[in-house]
């Protein structure tokens, strides 16, 4: 039986010049991108009429073509705009994904297995996708990990690193958990399998320091300053499991959901504490009153 391609809920893909409704055909057999995974993407949400950050994640996906050694044919400004015309399409009623791309369609001359920048090519892909936010989730630690600049592209945001993520969460829901906490290749944590993590105790938030293992995200980043602005001590730093298992909270950030607070990791249970629920606070405060709108 035919796998049933059709897009899942309401989406549109800008492509060529060209909007299309459902999930239009890209690519072939034997595209670089489905053949050697030359994909890079982002991810910016809208809701209640705004697009929070939309901006930088336009100008990341940029950065990861180049990263992934590919050609970025698109100015983040037009991606932005493009973005807007996207959302314009849809009812407003649910929140949208949007989700830039770049892949490379052919290899070079001579080495297939490299992808030749001039084949590079871009689509825009928004689709309902309602939000997730303050909803609990739990944790447990993750046999697998992060690797290392030097085994794989982690200075993008490549579709060829998330296999590794998938099935962190296929093993974690096997024992009965929403998602895994992951460490590095020198067993420190660094995130879980779908989001940037962070922990509270006494009263200080702490963050995995950023060490090109893993994505440093733009919501993560929005979070550490919002935190810090309202007053809060906020801690860049290498963390052990040990340290997250005597947290007082732990709370998961990622454009997808925003703030997920973590309520078991393990063995051990977990409220959701009182600078989780402001983190969450700041940001939609933050979001509601600065963040860009159309025009």
């Not at 990341?60 to 991606?79: D, F, P, Q, W, Y």
């Not at 060829?160 to 962190?168: F, K």
């Not at 040990?242 to 997920?260: L, P």
């Not at 078991?264 to 709108?293: C, H, I, N």
Request: hydrophobic share 40%.
């Amino acid at each position: 039986m035919a796998v049933d391609t059709s897009a899942r809920t309401p989406t549109f893909t800008y492509v060529d010049g060209e909007w299309f409704a459902g999930n239009p055909p890209l690519i072939g057999p034997v595209s670089h991108a489905m053949w050697l995974g030359s994909t890079v993407f982002d991810g910016a949400r809208w809701f209640d009429g705004i697009a929070p950050d939309l901006d930088l994640h336009c100008q990341r996906v940029n950065r990861s073509a180049a990263n992934m050694g590919m050609k970025a044919t698109m100015a983040a400004e037009e991606i932005e705009r493009l973005a807007w015309e996207g959302i314009a399409k849809f009812d407003g009623k649910t929140a949208i994904y949007i989700k830039p791309m770049y892949w490379a369609e052919h290899g070079q001359m001579g080495s297939v297995v490299a992808a030749d920048p001039e084949s590079t090519r871009f689509a825009l892909c928004l689709f309902e996708a309602p939000m997730h936010t303050a909803k609990p989730s739990s944790l447990t630690l993750s046999p697998f990990r992060r690797p290392t600049p030097e085994c794989a592209m982690t200075d993008a945001k490549t579709g060829s690193l998330y296999p590794n993520s998938g099935r962190m969460i296929i093993d974690a829901r096997k024992r009965g958990f929403d998602n895994a906490l992951v460490r590095d290749m020198n067993g420190n944590v660094v995130e879980t399998a779908s989001s940037n993590v962070f922990m509270v105790k006494d009263g200080v938030v702490f963050t995995p320091a950023a060490n090109r293992t893993f994505l440093a995200g733009i919501t993560r980043a929005r979070i550490m300053g919002l935190l810090r602005q309202a007053g809060f001590e906020v801690r860049e730093v290498t963390l052990s499991v040990e340290d997250f298992m005597n947290a007082d909270e732990i709370f998961q950030t990622g454009n997808y959901s925003k703030v997920v607070p973590v309520t078991r990791l393990d063995d051990a249970q977990f409220q959701e504490g009182p600078v989780t629920r402001k983190a969450l606070e700041l940001y939609m405060d933050w979001a509601k009153s600065t963040a860009g709108t159309d025009g």
